[in-house]
């Protein structure tokens, strides 16, 4: 399995080079992974999982009869596949629902009322408030989305393409160093903030600064890489295209309910106990109720009303199941024990959780990030505060309860780190393509800034922690 998985893991990760989609190479690994483990590894569920063993076979008597091979490949059907497709899905639901959200403002003109407001000659000033919105944007949207509208803002403005590199590679770094700090803002932190690892508040309260300096450490060196004045035309070129838009005040009107629906979700997990994908449910079903009522009413074209039901048809579909494949591959090593086997090698060999958090962090810059925390996931599970007196060396396990260290660091530089190189996030990969940016490129003028914003990022938190 472990083959299987590093196999794949190499295959995703040189995706540009195989041309082979990573949403069908994580699909293929999840399903070879779950056929070895049921097929030849079955006897280790019920090594690694006594309590729930025992517990299913109590609660279903009629197994007893069969023998402890049979009995362990039904309690994995039957019991744990079930169990871990509902971890999965309450993350895969959130996402579809968050997506859903950001593509019916985006379809709508939404952001395009940000973008006006932007009208500078200056090439400097330019970058600092395109960095600056990216990455607050990307802290209520999602890095992935954030940099796709502001790059496609930039070309509106830069006609010559090696600055446009400069502002694509400020805006990667920026999209994602926003994401780190809110719970909303990243795949990864979506993960770490469902699953209980981590809270609104605390998070934002942890790593507001240091995601700060790594945005701000890259963008003071970057903006001596830029002379000379902008074209200002983005307001033109805005209306120009949008002549047939729908109008000015429906627009605003969904962008502020689109921002509110997505502020809304940690606000109701706070108040209800309830899981995430339900509030970010809830909110696209208000949004999606207020738009079918002004459609009905507006007097616009059928064309231009971007309904959910039309919207929801261009969401990334290859992303969820990109998800689904990863998490579904690494719950498979959860359980079998594999990631139990890793973490304790972890513990034994280093008990500095800053230097495992970093670790991760720069790994992140190769391969993709949402397998990584997975796998971390896995590794270390929520410490229950009452028991820590109860458990070998609480010092060092105190940094896994809920809003524990390694979790706020994990999400950092998990987030930042994938900056380092453009390959490293979701964020460079797309931009990469958009802009045509060569991998050399960002490796000789942005990676070294990157990584100069990562650690001195990660040295704030550190001191403050």
Same mark, same amino acid.
């Given at each position: 399995m472990v083959i299987v998985f590093i196999v794949g893991y190499v295959c995703i990760a040189m995706e540009h080079k195989i041309k082979i989609d990573k949403a069908a190479v994580a699909l293929l690994m999840a399903g070879v992974m779950w056929v070895i483990y049921i097929v030849l590894t079955p006897l280790s569920a019920s090594l690694e999982n006594p309590a729930s063993f025992t517990e299913f076979i109590t609660n279903n008597q009629h197994l007893k009869e069969l023998s402890i091979l049979e009995q362990s490949r039904r309690f994995i059907v039957e019991f744990q596949l079930i169990e871990y497709l509902g971890d999965? $899905?309450?993350?895969?639901?959130?996402?579809?629902?968050?997506?859903?959200?950001?593509?019916?403002?985006?379809?709508? *003109?939404?952001?395009?009322?940000?973008t006006r407001k932007i009208q500078t000659k200056d090439k400097r000033k330019l970058l600092w408030i395109i960095a600056g919105i990216a990455f607050v944007m990307s802290s209520v949207l999602d890095n992935l989305t954030t940099s796709i509208v502001m790059v496609m803002l930039v070309k509106k403005m830069i006609p010559n393409y090696k600055e446009r590199w400069v502002f694509a590679s400020m805006i990667i770094i920026a999209a994602n160093s926003g994401g780190a700090w809110s719970p909303i803002g990243d795949v990864t932190t979506i993960m770490l903030?469902?699953?209980?690892?981590?809270? $609104?508040?605390?998070l934002i309260k942890s790593l507001l600064l240091p995601s700060l300096i790594s945005t701000l450490i890259p963008l003071i060196f970057v903006t001596r890489l830029l002379k000379g004045g902008a074209q200002n035309v983005l307001k033109k070129t805005v209306i120009a295209v949008k002549?047939?838009?729908?109008?000015?005040?429906?627009?605003?009107?969904?962008?502020?309910?689109?921002?509110?629906?997505?502020?809304?979700?940690?606000?109701?997990?706070?108040?209800?106990?309830?899981?995430?994908?339900?509030?970010?449910?809830?909110?696209l079903a208000i949004i999606w109720i207020y738009t079918e009522i002004l459609f009905s009413r507006a007097r616009f074209k059928d064309s231009l009303k971007n309904r959910v039901t039309t919207v929801i048809k261009k969401i990334d579909t290859t992303t969820i199941l990109f998800f689904l494949g990863i998490l579904l591959s690494v719950l498979s090593l959860q359980a079998t024990g594999v990631l139990n086997i890793v973490g304790?090698?972890?513990?034994?060999?280093?008990?500095?959780?800053?230097?495992?958090?970093?670790?991760?962090?720069?790994?992140? $810059?190769?391969?993709?990030?949402?397998?990584?925390?997975?796998?971390?996931?896995?590794?270390?599970?929520?410490?229950?505060?009452?028991?820590?007196?109860?458990?070998? *060396?609480?010092?060092?396990?105190?940094?896994?309860?809920?809003?524990?260290?390694?979790?706020q660091f994990l999400a950092y530089c998990s987030g930042v780190g994938g900056s380092m190189l453009i390959i490293g996030s979701a964020a460079g990969v797309v931009v990469m393509g958009l802009e045509k940016i060569r991998f050399n490129w960002y490796l000789k003028h942005i990676s070294l800034l990157a990584f100069a914003g990562y650690i001195a990022g990660s040295l704030v938190y550190i001191l403050f922690d």
């Open positions: 999965v $899905s309450s993350t895969l639901f959130f996402l579809i629902g968050a997506m859903t959200i950001v593509e019916l403002i985006d379809a709508n *003109n939404g952001f395009d009322i940000i903030w469902i699953k209980g690892r981590i809270s $609104s508040l605390p002549e047939d838009a729908i109008g000015k005040r429906e627009s605003i009107t969904i962008l502020i309910i689109g921002v509110l629906a997505l502020l809304f979700v940690p606000v109701f997990k706070f108040f209800t106990g309830l899981p995430p994908f339900l509030g970010v449910l809830t909110s304790n090698f972890l513990n034994e060999k280093t008990q500095n959780i800053y230097l495992i958090d970093m670790t991760i962090g720069a790994l992140s $810059s190769v391969v993709d990030n949402v397998p990584l925390v997975a796998v971390a996931m896995g590794m270390y599970p929520v410490i229950d505060p009452a028991t820590l007196s109860t458990i070998a *060396n609480p010092e060092f396990m105190q940094n896994f309860v809920m809003d524990g260290t390694f979790w």
